[in-house]
């Protein structure tokens, strides 16, 4: 067979040869954009020379501050194929961390949406490597700021030839990059090669994973500067799809307008989101019933969820997992063709897990021996994976990526366990789990049968170590205005008796104000565990 | 990302980690063998074992002489998962063709059906690299032959270990090979990668090619000998899609009746055998409402084929086109989203179609100086492909691979045309096509047209040599029975005048008995050739 590189080029020449009259929409600042994808490549081939005009060369960095719309498409596809790497910045980092990743990953330009200006602003004093800063918003005029040297992103374009001749590249060449928030220290860099996001793109289309389709109209509201976008702008271009772009700073009511509007089939984002167009689409303002499914993933999307999506809506949650260090596509939930009799209560328990394995990829659930568990939907591990779009270190982090990438696996720090169908739940994450006297207990677990309470608000459970067991379970429980002070500890000890193995009930339970939540709204155990440090260690 | 190897292991372990319960079914000598892919991945570990103890090395040759079944699957990934080479061996060759193949190839074992031993002994004296015969059957008894040494397939496999290591391959390296019949001198061989074959199966899968999922039950009537069955057997099994298999010499009728009892939703084969089978639907015996479509490739589909199938069985054909050089799927017939609302003509103008090109590979069409023709649905050029899954040479031919891949193209042979949507239609093999004062005439569209006059049995369109024009076309006709003697030349050419251009109307009409065929029955316009070469030199 012939010696042909898997590169980001054959899908955009695609999207141009046969699918030009095909639409790319954005909810841009002053209404609806849109174009074709004749336009749209004809805009690629003007960044291009943009590029070059700036000095970029093969290899370097170009950093993106952007929101998801057709310029940063335009980015995902102008960088990589004219030789550099898409940095996609992650605009809900603080202002160290963006310092820092820009300064680690050298970004060369920084391609910042005009409202995202004060982010740059905030940093750029930090800043080692950037030698040019390009405005982007829906005319050439520039914004007024304190970035130097900078550029209207409209501006250079309208200026630029349509004509670019884009180099022949290997498919190991890097195309793109993202740095994920580490538990401690700096975020952590993940290179993407041409070849993984050209392989990622076919896994992800087949009708047994994402399904998608030239005739599909695909609303991505996952970021584009996190993992890609779950790689649906790639997809998409390679297949002609229509892409429905929601611009900057969309509420759920712009998500529900916009899907009502440009008729979206497809549209994907993380359980946060789909909670809250939930309530707007109840109101009936909106048209949902273009949409065939949602995807859902980024953190687990509770039972309930897709409950509710199915009995007010009609509408299938698609559950999907997957992280930066996987591109990040992993596990699709869809029911196997010999599932369909399932009854109702069954569907929902298996849309509940993250799913099977998409093809391409090898996985195993290792316990901390290494050994595999079985998979009897009970026996719990790390779930660990190995394939042609999954990150082989991270990047310039030899000694950190030891660990994480050990063996040829990348162990991704999920315990799950695996029914006998081949369906993976994440049990926890493997830091969050509570080793006690041998047996593993689920934090998450934990939480939402306390959560279950009338009286909690929240909970969030961790491990304090213990001198016999190793470790054992502390409950952090907020209570409801109404509930402080009358809601005892034994009330919830008592609650939990019934619903969860003894071992696994908490050995304190601690009410608090409020959980401390990290910059995307997680429970930040990591601090828990600090206030708690002492208190454990002197009960221990 | 990681160095992971795009091999037949990952779609073969996928199948039996993932699918184990899932079905392969054969319509074997005995009547309906069915069993799972569990049962599938121990046998193919067998069949691993049992090549070792047959001396097969990696990078071996092994041949099969064999009909569509479940033995031959294992085959398909048994050889090339233990590192050996699969060689497809097509049962309709001549004598002396098949053992030029089996000693180019220098294949050191071959398995070979019970039925077809008589084509194994008929070439087995010439056989100079041939260590083992291996006969297959539905019994562990040997069958009486010449063969020597010979052994049972069931025998062999019964006393091997259904464990074995597959070991890691490069993707780069063989897994396949198949011989091309060519229009002169011998066949010629083509080498398909590991990688090849997996890029290929990730694109016969989406939906917008083949659209193929675990819950379609797939049934090739397309060879295995032929060009990997149309990549049907690996991307199956790489998506745990049931697998029905038509087996020994299976008649139009085996077909319907298989496809009734084991509710067949894709069938794959040439337009003859759809032919035939239209006829037996016809009757009413058989159920084919199971089917969502028949894929069909290998020659043109007629429109009358297409329009046959929607009015009298609602069926839709799927036009595919691919070579053996091209592993083969390059182009399929799916309308775009936005022409959905074509009047029925118009669809079936498109269907009558190759299709447009799937994603992943790269075309151009040029004329006789090397330029691109415009895609404006008239104007003819060669089809050049490129891509992952295009061959890059004939095996150990270096000299006649020279033209047909020169400059990084596979130089496909066939005309074609190219409409403003990118729909190919092929109008002639380049062979045929004549040349006549700068123009191209299609000799298949001026067949075509001369076969609808009511006197026609069949006409074949060759090219002879002219002084002035080049080339001028000379129409071989065959009458019916009943107008042998009083239909003459003028009535055909009058006949002709209003539907073709001037300039194609043919110098010559030769009324003959019957038109030469090749061995799968094309018309054989070398043997015409031959005998008008001299004919056509006294009039020119």
Redo the contacts between chains.
């Keep these: 067979?012939?010696?042909?590189d898997?590169t980001l080029r054959?899908?955009l020449?695609?999207a141009n040869?046969?699918?030009p009259?095909k639409e790319i929409i954005t909810r841009d600042y002053s209404g609806t954009f849109r174009y074709t994808y004749a336009d749209f490549y004809k805009r690629v081939n003007r960044l291009a020379n943009t590029l070059k005009e700036l000095g970029v060369k093969p290899g370097d960095r170009v950093g993106t501050l952007a929101w998801n719309h057709h310029r940063h498409l335009e980015l995902y596809f102008g960088v990589p194929c004219s030789g550099a790497v898409l940095h996609t910045l992650n605009l809900r980092l603080s202002p160290d961390q963006l310092a820092y990743v820009i300064n680690h990953g050298e970004d060369k330009v920084i391609f910042v949406d005009k409202d995202l200006v004060p982010l740059a602003e905030a940093v750029k004093e930090k800043l080692t490597t950037v030698k040019h800063f390009v405005v982007m918003s829906d005319t050439e005029e520039l914004p007024a700021s304190h970035l130097s040297p900078a550029a209207s992103y409209e501006a250079l374009l309208s200026k630029a030839s349509d004509q670019y001749d884009f180099p022949d590249i290997d498919e190991w060449s890097t195309a793109a990059m993202c740095y994920t928030t580490a538990t401690t220290g700096n975020p952590k860099g993940v290179?993407?090669?041409h070849?993984?996001l050209?392989?990622h793109s076919?896994?992800a289309?087949?009708?047994?994973a994402l399904?998608?389709?030239?005739?599909d109209r695909i609303m991505p509201f996952v970021p584009m500067f996190h993992a890609n976008a779950w790689g649906l702008p790639f997809v998409c271009t390679?297949?002609?799809t229509t892409q429905v772009f929601p611009g900057p700073r969309p509420t759920p009511e712009d998500i529900c307008a916009v899907i009502d509007e440009h008729k979206v089939t497809l549209a994907a984002g993380v359980p946060t989101i789909w909670m809250g167009t939930l309530n707007v689409w109840e109101t009936g303002r909106y048209d949902h019933t273009s949409l065939r499914a949602l995807i859902c993933g980024g953190s687990a999307v509770p039972r309930a969820l897709h409950k509710a999506y199915l009995d007010k809506l009609g509408l299938p949650i698609i559950h999907a997992y997957g992280m930066t260090e996987t591109?990040p596509v992993v596990l699709v939930c869809n029911p196997?063709?010999?599932m369909q009799d399932m009854n109702e209560d069954d569907k929902l328990d298996l849309a509940s897990k993250q799913g099977?394995?998409v093809?391409?990829l090898?996985m195993k659930v290792v316990n901390e021996d290494g050994n595999e568990v079985p998979w009897d939907g009970r026996s719990m591990g790390e779930l660990l994976v190995?394939?042609?779009?999954?990150?082989?270190e991270y990047y310039k982090e030899p000694e950190r990526s030891k660990p994480a990438f050990a063996d040829?696996w990348l162990h991704t720090g999920d315990i799950v366990n695996v029914d006998p169908?081949?369906y993976c739940f994440i049990v926890d994450r493997a830091k969050d789990l509570i080793k006690s006297g041998g047996e593993w207990i689920s934090s998450i677990d934990l939480e939402n049968t306390i959560m279950a309470h009338p009286a909690v608000l929240e909970a969030a459970v961790i491990a304090m170590p213990h001198d016999k067991w190793v470790e054992r379970p502390l409950a952090c429980v907020v209570l409801k205005e109404d509930h402080r002070g009358s809601t005892t500890a034994d009330e919830i000890i008592h609650f939990l008796t019934d619903q969860v193995p003894k071992i696994w009930l908490p050995d304190r339970v601690e009410f608090i104000e409020e959980i401390p939540k990290t910059s995307v709204g997680k429970f930040d155990k990591k601090e828990l565990r600090q206030i708690y440090a002492d208190v454990a260690a002197v009960e221990a």
């Design positions: 067979m012939m010696k042909f898997l054959v899908l020449e695609r040869q046969l699918f009259k290179e993407y090669t070849r993984g050209v392989l076919y896994t289309a087949l009708p047994d399904n998608i389709s030239e005739s390679f297949l002609g591109t196997k063709s010999y099977i394995l093809p391409g090898e190995r394939g042609p779009w999954i990150a082989k040829g169908e081949g």
